[in-house]
C-alpha cells in the first residue's frame, strides 16, 4: 500500500485559512502521486487523498484534534476527551 494522502491539491471552494495560500501549499508533498502514479501496475495499491492535508489530515485520529483551536463549530465525535498527543501541543 502507498499512502499520498499528503500530495492533494485540490482546495475545495469552502477551504478558508488566516495562512497565506503559498504558505499552505508549500506544505504539501508536492509530486509524490506522480512518483508512485504507477504503483497499481506492479501490484501496489494506491491511496490519495485529493484535498490537501491543511484541510483534512487524512492521517490523523479523531482525537489528535485540539477542538479549542482547530474546529470552528460544533462537531459530533468524542467530545472533551483528547490524546496524550493533542494534551502535548496544547502546552
Known sequence: MVDVSRSGRLYPID??????????????????????????STARRLLQALFPNTYIDANRHELDIDRRIMIDGRVAGAAGVRSPKSVAWAC
Open 15 to 40: 477551504f478558508r485559512s488566516p495562512v497565506p495560500f503559498t504558505a499552505l501549499h508549500d506544505n504539501v508533498s508536492m509530486y509524490v502521486d506522480e512518483i508512485w502514479k504507477d504503483a497499481p
